[in-house]
Every structure is written in C-alpha cells, then in structure tokens.
T-cell receptor, first 112, second 114 residues
Framework: SQQGEEDPQALSIQEGENATMNCSYK?????LQWYRQNSGRGLVHLIL?????REKHSGRLRVTLDTSKKSSSLLITASRAADTASYFC????????????FGKGTTLSVSS | DGGITQSPKYLFRKEGQNVTLSCEQN?????MYWYRQDPGQGLRLIYY???????QKGDIAEGYSVSREKKESFPLTVTSAQKNPTAFYLC?????????????FGSGTRLTVV
C-alpha cells in the first residue's frame, strides 16, 4: 500500500532556482519525513515534521504540513547541482508502530 | 563511526536458489527494516523488527524470510518462492523509542537473477 504520493514525478531547474515538491497521503499520521537518495545509494534523512507542526526549516530546506488536506511540501531554496537526487516523503502512521511508508519520489535535476 | 553495513553490494542469484542479504548496525537501534526498491515504484516494506526475536510482515513479505537473533543483525533471505527478486534492497534502522526520529539507511544490495 502506497501511503504517500509525490508530485511532480520529475523536476528540472537551473542552479539558483527554488525547487518545490509536494506529497499527499491518505491516513492520519504521527509524523512526515523527507529523504534524499542519490543514484544507486541509500536514503538520507533530511527533515521530520510532526503532525502538530505546520512548518519547519533546516538550512535551505523548508517543509510545510497541512493535516486538513493531508499534504506536505518540501522547498529547496537556491538549488545547487549537488541537490540533484530523488526525494521521497515518508509517513509514520499510528497503527504501524515504527514502520515508515514511502512514496514513489520526485526526481530533481539541477543544471549549472 | 556508527552506521549500517549491507553486504554484498552486488549479488547474483540463479533460478531456484536462496540467497541471504546481510544487514548489520552498530547504532544500538532497536528497530530494523527491509525495503525493496524497483524503478518507478519507490520503496516497499518487506519485513520489520522492533525488538530482538520479533518481526512483522510488511506489504510484500511473500517469498522472503528474516531472523532477528541479535540486536545488531537483521538478515534477509530471498527464497526461490520469490518469482521476481531482481531489485535494489535497502536495510534501515531506527530508535524504537524515538518515534520522532528518522531512519538510518545502509547503502543497499543490488540483486540480479541470472
């Protein structure tokens, strides 16, 4: 079962531009997390937002959460070529203990 | 340095063979997970374990088996019953008590059926 769906599936931008990715989910969550994956590698945890939070910042990352719409967005400001990767949202739902359910991801390409 | 080690990085399986993927962590995490990643499919949960000697099936457990005899280790066996095992397999761990902490992932094992 796929809990989260990212949008768009693919995004191409120039260095210095902002990149926005969206995630929608289906059931009530404990928290929502964003991860990055470089090609052929493991995932790296970027940021976690709890269900009672609306916005969170970490460096060039800004995450928002709207539980009424069951959606989240990840904004990467002033993108760099090194930001080129796939980005996944993951939700921890109350009934699933510690297990995370991942979406299919957004592939971001940043060209210089 | 603490982390998760998956081995081997690449694995080739013949038809009808069972193969075991290794996952070891030295983070003192209670919970460990196995995910399968296919192109365009994202990550799908195979099995997870929140404590030693206990594990639960995920969404796609058929054709796979696991054990959790030690806190540090969570090996995954891909059995001959798994008809389409070619995929990228990712192991992760997390603090069971820290439900508001993220996962730490290994670097993955790419399994190919030959």
């Amino acid at each position: 079962s796929q809990q989260g769906e990212e949008d768009p599936q693919a995004l191409s931008i120039q260095e210095g531009e902002n990149a926005t990715m969206n995630c929608s989910y289906k059931t009530s969550i404990n928290n929502l997390q964003w991860y990055r994956q470089n090609s052929g590698r493991g995932l790296v945890h970027l940021i976690l937002i709890r269900s009672n939070e609306r916005e969170k910042h970490s460096g060039r990352l800004r995450v928002t959460l709207d539980t009424s719409k069951k959606s989240s967005s990840l904004l990467i400001t002033a993108s760099r070529a090194a930001d080129t990767a796939s980005y996944f949202c993951a939700t921890r739902i109350y009934q699933a203990g510690t297990a995370l359910i991942f979406g299919k991801g957004t592939t971001l390409s940043v060209s210089s | 340095d603490g982390g998760i080690t998956q081995s081997p990085k690449y694995l080739f399986r013949k038809e009808g063979q069972n193969v075991t993927l290794s996952c070891e962590q030295n983070l003192n995490h209670d919970a460990m997970y196995w995910y399968r990643q296919d192109p365009g499919q994202g990550l799908r949960l195979i099995y997870y374990s929140q404590i030693v000697n206990d594990f639960q099936k995920g969404d796609i457990a058929e054709g796979y088996s696991v054990s959790r005899e030690k806190k540090e280790s969570f090996p995954l066996t891909v059995t001959s019953a798994q008809k389409n095992p070619t995929a990228f397999y990712l192991c992760a761990s997390s603090s069971r008590q820290g439900t508001n902490y993220g996962y730490t992932f290994g670097s993955g094992t790419r399994l190919t059926v030959v």
